[in-house]
C-alpha cells in the first residue's frame, strides 16, 4: 500500500505568519499534489508536482508555493497566512498512469 | 474554467434501497473519471474508476459513464448506513489534473 505521512497534522497560527506543510511518500511516486478543502467547494488543486523540481500550479495557487528537492518529499509552503487559507490540506499522490489518487490524512490549519 | 458538478444534497436512502448519485463535467477531452468517498473527518478514498462509456461494477457499486452527455453516475445497491458519507466525484482532464466535485453527502437511515 502506498503511504504518505502529512505533518503537522494540526497546527494553529496568525495572520502574517508564514507556514510549511510537509508531504512524505514512502513509494517513490513521480506524481504528488496538494489540495485544500473547504465546506461547498470540495477539493480544489493549489500546486502539484511531476517529478523532483518539477512543479505547476493548481486552480488556487495564489499564496501558495511548493517545493520538492527529493522525491519523497513535497512541501507547501504559505509566506504569509491569511484567513481565508483556513482550511484542511490534502496531499495526495498518484498510484496509476490513469490517475487515480491515494490521499494523506489530511492537516488541519487554523489561521487567526 | 474546467468544471465538475454535483449535487451538494443531502441525499436519504432508507436502509436497503439504492442510492444514486449524479456528476457532470464541462470538460469533453476528459478520459478518466472517478467516485471517492469520504467519511466525516477522514481522507478521501477511491471507490470506482471508470474509463470507457457504459457501466463497471464492483461488489454494491455500479459506475456510469456517458461520455456524449458529460454525466457519470454511481449506483449504490442494498445501501447500508455504513455507506452514509460524502461522495467526491472527480475527472482527470488530460495531463496531470484531476478535478474534484463539491461531493454529495449520503445518509442512509436505518
Known amino acids: 500500500d502506498a503511504g504518505i505521512t502529512q505533518s503537522p497534522r494540526h497546527k494553529v497560527t496568525e495572520t502574517g505568519t508564514p507556514v510549511t506543510l510537509r508531504c512524505h511518500q514512502t513509494e517513490n511516486h513521480r506524481y504528488m499534489y496538494w489540495y485544500r478543502q473547504d465546506p461547498g467547494h470540495g477539493l480544489r488543486l493549489i500546486h502539484y508536482?511531476?517529478?523532483?523540481?518539477?512543479?505547476d500550479k493548481g486552480e488556487v495557487s495564489d499564496g501558495y508555493s511548493v517545493s520538492r528537492s527529493k522525491t519523497e518529499d513535497f512541501l507547501l509552503t504559505l509566506e504569509s497566512a491569511t484567513s481565508s487559507q483556513t482550511s484542511v490540506y490534502f496531499c495526495a499522490i498518484r498510484t496509476s498512469s490513469d490517475g487515480e489518487l491515494f490521499f494523506g490524512e489530511g492537516s488541519r490549519l487554523t489561521v487567526l | 474554467q474546467k468544471e465538475v458538478e454535483q449535487n451538494s444534497g443531502p441525499l436519504s436512502v432508507p436502509e436497503g434501497a439504492i442510492a444514486s448519485l449524479n456528476c457532470t463535467y464541462s470538460d469533453r477531452g476528459s478520459q478518466s473519471f472517478f467516485w471517492y468517498r469520504q467519511y466525516s473527518g477522514k481522507s478521501p478514498e477511491l471507490i470506482m474508476s471508470?474509463?470507457?462509456?457504459g457501466d463497471k461494477e464492483d461488489g454494491r457499486f455500479t459506475a456510469q459513464l456517458n461520455k456524449a452527455s458529460q454525466y457519470v453516475s454511481l449506483l449504490i445497491r442494498d445501501s447500508q448506513p455504513s455507506d452514509s458519507a460524502t461522495y467526491l466525484c472527480a475527472v482527470n482532464t488530460g495531463g496531470f489534473k484531476t478535478i474534484f466535485g463539491a461531493g454529495t453527502r449520503l445518509f442512509v437511515k436505518a
Open positions: 471508470i474509463y470507457s462509456n
Open positions: 508536482s511531476y517529478g523532483v523540481k518539477d512543479t
